[in-house]
């Protein structure tokens, strides 16, 4: 077989992305065949993304897409193992891939969605980066009125649907929900189970401040003073009775009735939200390493 020349070495790494000596390497292995080379890192591939599945992708991205007539939008969390990648222009072109797909599709399960194509890209860039990269969710709004807000840094994005009013109105309303994180809409939309294990909290506290103290108030008191609390933890947790972030004088409820408009939901995802990390000690890990 003839030497494999500089400019093969160079087609196949700018057709995968690979390092130089991987792709000399694979085309060694292939007789010089560059299509065969690439068959074989797309198995290979396929297994170091194998073995990189166990390893937690708690960074990331998420991103939306929001329809022209603002009647339909989706909004998705990327993951990948590092701050670092997730800034990577390949991680973040392969984000705008799946934002895309699940919005042409509207596709909502994942495992749905990564059938084929994306799966395939999804190995290939595990392999070209290095990393562990996840689709994690897929959320779709439709319906109304739409509107998007994603935070400065991608780690942070919004989708709302309002009754009447714009998709600028939406946007802020989004923006506001980004910012200030409340969990339901209307404060009845507030699970029981949620308020029972918040009353349990407040008495706990109510019965450590009796102790603290040394004076125990009458149970009609206690009562009310519960009901307050309970009332303050219901208005700051839900959308429409918070303050509006950029005019703390009306709440967001008093923006969108002023609008004609009703918020009827919205969605906040948060990069790496609900998962447990992995605390590397570095320190510990270079000495197992030289068996120290």
């Not at 042409?104 to 980066?129: S, T």
């Not at 994005?157 to 910012?179: D, F, I, K, N, Q």
């Amino acid at each position: 077989m003839a030497a494999i020349s500089a400019a093969l070495v160079k087609e196949l790494r700018d057709r995968t992305g690979l390092g130089m000596m991987e792709c000399k390497k694979a085309l060694v292995e292939a007789q010089g065949d560059i299509e065969t080379a690439i068959e074989e890192m797309r198995k290979s591939g396929q297994a170091k993304a194998a073995k990189k599945a166990g390893r937690i992708a708690a960074e990331g991205v998420v991103a939306v897409k929001v329809a022209d007539n603002g009647s339909f939008g989706v909004l998705v969390e990327v993951n990948s193992e590092t701050d670092f990648a997730a800034r990577d222009d390949n991680f973040l072109g392969y984000v705008q891939k799946v934002v895309a797909a699940a919005f042409d599709r509207k596709e909502a399960d994942v495992a749905v969605l990564m059938e084929g194509e994306l799966e395939e890209a999804r190995l290939a860039l595990v392999q070209k980066i290095g990393e562990n990269i996840g689709v994690r969710r897929i959320a779709i709004v439709e319906g109304g009125v739409i509107g998007s807000y994603v935070h400065g840094n991608n780690r942070i994005a919004v989708l709302t649907r309002l009754e009447g009013g714009t998709a600028e109105l939406a946007r802020e309303v989004s923006m506001h929900v980004a910012a200030i994180n409340p969990q339901v809409v209307n404060k009845e939309d507030m699970s029981a189970e949620l308020v029972e294990k918040e009353k349990e909290i407040f008495k706990g506290q109510a019965e450590q401040e009796e102790q603290a103290s040394g004076k125990v108030k009458p149970d009609n008191i206690k009562e009310k003073i519960l009901e307050g609390r309970i009332g303050k933890f219901l208005a700051e947790s839900s959308l429409v009775e918070q303050p509006f972030v950029k005019d703390p004088d009306t709440t967001v409820g008093a923006l969108v009735k002023k609008a004609d408009a009703t918020v009827i939901s919205f969605v906040r995802f948060e990069v790496g939200e609900g998962i447990e990390k992995e605390v590397v000690d570095f320190a510990a890990e270079v000495r197992a390493q030289a068996g120290l």
